[in-house]
């Protein structure tokens, strides 16, 4: 293993082909069971290929089509694919999806319309948001809705204020966050709290920032991977998650990047392209995307360089409106 | 995908399975399509409930099929058939906690083999919120197994304070014209307590339960604080509440046998962090009685005077296991965790207390001097022992020494 590190490198070429082909080669059972996801698998790989440096490798035309197929004409909201219900979690990808192509204006007015009605009315009176009508509520919810409305241009005030009290809410005895008031501090909501609080710009909301960039690096375990809670096995995704908020917290260098980076080369495929959460295992789109994403903000690789806020492109989100709105 | 091994599948297999799948595919798509059919015709029958149990039983991570089958229930199964013939709309079925019953004991066989199906749990939910007369002690008793075989199950916990949620608001709606206590909704505080002591006697590596107990701790505190007849009730098994110095120590005690047996579990330890720097049980003076006192100065100096002394001791103490821990060591390497520790409590000193140290005659002037020397000392040491983390340390040491400069 000790030699084999040092000649470990980025399979950049084989991820591309990795991606581009998950949805034209020879389709498994497994494909058609994941339909439920298939937005969010086009925003990860079209999110990995640009930080690649490939975005043009999916077809344009091809991407925004599918997008506006999975509108959902009763709640204005997007769906994972056609036919399926709108639900923020689809509806987010579905925005960076067109942000990332630079074609946020396929949609017109009444579509915006739709989907801001969608998102805001999703919100409950204590500030959470559930996903759809059902009533799930989650900080990853707040997260979705926020940066949706923050790519679209139009938060309010009304919608602010509430979420921030609720995220404030959801704090820990170890500085991290939970999914509701009293849940267990996990690092991907930690990063969707601190997502949000970055887009709104209200980091002082965090009660004590060198605890949390504590609790956060503290992550890191013996072979360089990150876990997402206290004695778990780690996983590549959480380079994203630990990673993004410790950048956002300006903490970025408390953990060790040349260790991590091995662990995330470690787990790739190197036959037929991808990343699997630890090394060994099955690859998939998700853990590609926040591998990649990891090495990223790392500045490793040569990659495109990310936003830690948006998990975009920092060319496409640098024309994002900034909140608070000026004008 | 999370936990499946990579694996190298020899040409014959990858035809094997391709041929397996194609079965499953059209199978699968088929009733996929039977199901999206009849929901575009808003069909709402027991054909179309059947249908939707067996494609959620393939694929529960469908959640438009979720959506579709709470519309089934609203829309027909809970229909009075008498009231649609009178064209009435209202939700009168008697029948309604029975059907619930029914979905309820079909998502367990679902949670059994996909435990960690967000649409699952939530769909669980909806069948509470949706049950006129929902067994929740039934619930309660489903998650304590659920977590007797994974203690840190992440849906488990949530679950389970979303059940506790649930009666003690059915609890508080019930005894809302009784004066004084609320019995059973405090009392439900309590007895969340010690089923996390019960878990963290069993193990006491358990994040999970000790995150749930700071929550309780301080949820309980707040009521003693303001309900005098709670408060007896609470003392009478827990005496440990009577005020945060008393429980303080006596918590201190019961975790400090943990880190004897393992010194390098982070769980307890940062616990311990919690109850030793944060203001949750730090904040003595919000004990009661000292809220209308005329001497308040006094008294939180006083105070403060205690939490020194009782942090200075721990110092000490954890000091002790670390020389233990050190002459154990192959090396003769410090202990990280016993050393990250000494170094929050000393971030609290420093934090919190620097006057009452610089001022204080009970100790000399020396004695702080001699604290920032061991904090540097024990940055440098981690510096070397948890390099991982090395920027962190080397950060917190311009930070600290940029402030010692003004003392
Ligand atoms: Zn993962």
């Given amino acids: ?327 | 995908m999370h936990g499946i091994k990579r694996e190298r599948l020899s040409e014959e297999a990858r035809r094997n399975k391709k041929l397996r799948d194609r079965a499953r595919i059209r199978n699968y798509k088929t009733l996929n399509a039977m199901v999206l059919v009849r929901r575009d015709k808003r069909d709402y029958s027991e054909d179309a409930f059947r249908l939707s149990t067996k494609l959620l039983d393939l694929n529960p991570e469908y959640y438009t099929i979720w959506n579709y089958r709470r519309e089934i229930f609203l829309n027909g199964l809970f229909q009075d058939p008498g009231d649609a013939a009178k064209g009435e709309t209202a939700v009168s079925n008697d029948m309604i906690p029975a059907i619930l019953e029914r979905e309820l004991k079909f998502l367990i066989v679902l949670l059994k083999r996909f435990p960690k199906c967000y649409w699952i749990w939530n769909h669980r939910m909806w069948c509470l919120e949706n049950n006129p007369k929902p067994k929740l002690n039934n619930e309660l008793a489903i998650v304590n197994k659920i977590l007797s075989l994974d203690s840190r199950n992440f849906h488990g916990w949530h679950y389970r304070r979303y059940i506790i949620g649930l009666i003690e608001s059915s609890n508080g709606s019930k005894s809302s014209t009784n004066s004084g206590i609320n019995a059973s909704g405090t009392e439900l505080s309590l007895s969340e307590f010690n089923y996390t002591t019960e878990l963290i006697n069993l193990n006491f590596s358990n994040f999970s339960a000790l995150h749930n107990r700071s929550k309780l701790i301080i949820k309980i505190f707040k009521k003693t604080n303001l309900d005098n007849q709670y408060k007896e009730a609470v003392l009478k098994t827990n005496p440990e509440f009577e005020n945060k110095l008393e429980f303080l120590t006596k918590e201190l005690d019961y975790f400090k046998n943990a880190i004897y047996t393992d010194p390098d579990d982070q769980s307890v330890w940062l616990y311990l962090r919690w109850l030793l720097c944060s203001n949750d049980l730090l904040n003595l003076s919000m004990d009661d009685n000292d809220n209308n006192n005329d001497n308040n100065n006094s008294n939180n100096n006083n105070n403060k005077l205690k939490i020194i002394k009782l942090l200075l001791l721990q110092i000490k103490d954890i000091n002790e296991l670390n020389d233990l821990e050190k002459s154990d060591d192959i090396n003769s390497l410090d202990n990280k965790w016993c050393l990250k520790i000494i170094i929050e409590i000393q971030m609290t000193l420093f934090d919190k207390f620097i006057d009452l140290l610089k001022t204080n005659d009970t100790n000399n002037s020396d004695y702080l001097t001699s604290l920032i020397t061991n904090f540097n000392q024990n940055l440098t040491t981690l510096i070397q022992i948890d390099p991982l983390r090395s920027n962190r340390y080397l950060d917190l040491q311009r930070i600290y020494n940029k402030r010692f400069e003004t003392l």
């Fill in chain 1, 1 to 327: 293993m000790a030699h084999q590190q040092h000649e470990l490198t980025l399979f950049k070429e084989k991820h591309i082909q990795y991606i581009v082909n998950l949805n034209t080669k020879d389709k498994s059972y497994e494909y058609w069971l994941t339909e439920h996801l298939r937005m969010n698998g086009l925003y990860w790989g079209l999110t990995a290929l640009y930080l690649l440096g490939s975005q043009n490798s999916l077809d344009k035309e091809d991407v925004i089509s599918f997008v506006l197929s999975c509108k959902d004409p009763v709640n204005g909201g997007f769906g994972a694919f056609p036919k399926h219900d709108g639900h923020l979690l689809s509806t987010l990808s579905a925005i960076q999806i067109l942000a990332t192509l630079d074609s946020l204006d396929v949609l017109n007015e009444e579509d915006i319309n739709d989907l801001v009605d969608f998102i805001i009315g999703l919100q409950l009176p204590n500030g959470s948001f559930q996903g759809d009508k059902y009533g799930e509520i989650d900080t990853r919810f707040i997260y979705t809705a926020i940066s949706s409305l923050s790519i679209l241009g139009k938060l309010t005030k009304k919608v602010v204020e509430p979420s921030l009290s609720f995220i404030k809410d959801c704090q820990n005895f170890d500085g991290g966050f939970g999914m509701v008031p009293g849940a267990e501090s996990h690092a991907a909501q930690v990063f969707t709290c601190l997502g949000t609080l970055a887009i709104l710009d209200r980091l002082d909301v965090i009660n004590d920032q060198n605890l949390l960039g504590w609790w956060l690096s503290e992550r890191q375990v013996a072979n360089g991977g990150l876990n997402g809670r206290p004695e778990k096995l780690p996983d590549v995704c959480y380079s994203w998650w630990v990673l993004s908020s410790l950048s956002i917290l300006n903490k970025l260098s408390w953990i060790d990047h040349r260790k991590l980076r091995q662990f995330i080369l470690h787990s790739q495929d190197s036959e037929n392209g991808g990343i699997s959460d630890r090394p060994d295992n099955q690859v998939d789109v998700y853990h590609t995307l926040f591998g990649i994403a990891g090495l990223s903000l790392m500045k490793f690789e040569n990659l495109v360089a990310i936003d830690p806020v948006y998990c975009m492109p920092i060319e496409i989100t640098k024309k994002f409106r900034r909140w608070p709105y000026t004008e």
